[in-house]
Nanobody
């Protein structure tokens, strides 16, 4: 069992930055891939980014590539999503998720992830 708690959301102007954190407890943090998803009002939850168990590989949705950076700190059992050059269309509830095993073909699918946090709201004003 893994418990995930997100923090760091808030209100920011377009062009600004935020860093989301995802604190993990329970089973070994390094055993899991860690991903971020987001859900805007009236829309499906969508993949944002994922980082491999080793931290050596990262993947991003095209909509955030070059602006967002995913990372993880094994000593702190915490994952991060650094979000720069934020746009109003980035407004959503952001969720972190953990997966025991995913592939390039499955990493964008919600069903591939075993554990989820409660979400944190990010609002970007224009």
């Amino acid at each position: 069992q893994v418990q995930l708690v997100e923090s760091g959301g808030g209100l920011v102007q377009a062009g600004g930055s935020l860093r989301l954190s995802c604190a993990a407890s329970g089973r070994t943090f390094s055993s899991y891939y860690m991903g971020w998803f987001r859900q805007a009002p009236g829309k499906e939850r969508e993949f944002v980014a994922v980082i491999a168990r080793s931290g050596g590989s990262t993947y991003y949705a095209d909509s955030v590539k070059g602006r967002f950076t995913i990372s993880r700190d094994y000593a702190k059992n915490t994952g991060y999503l650094q979000m720069n050059s934020l746009k109003p269309e980035d407004t959503a509830v952001y969720y972190c998720a953990a997966a025991l095993d995913i592939t390039i073909g499955t990493m964008i699918h919600r069903s591939s992830y075993d554990y989820w946090g409660q979400g944190t709201q990010v609002t970007v004003s224009s």
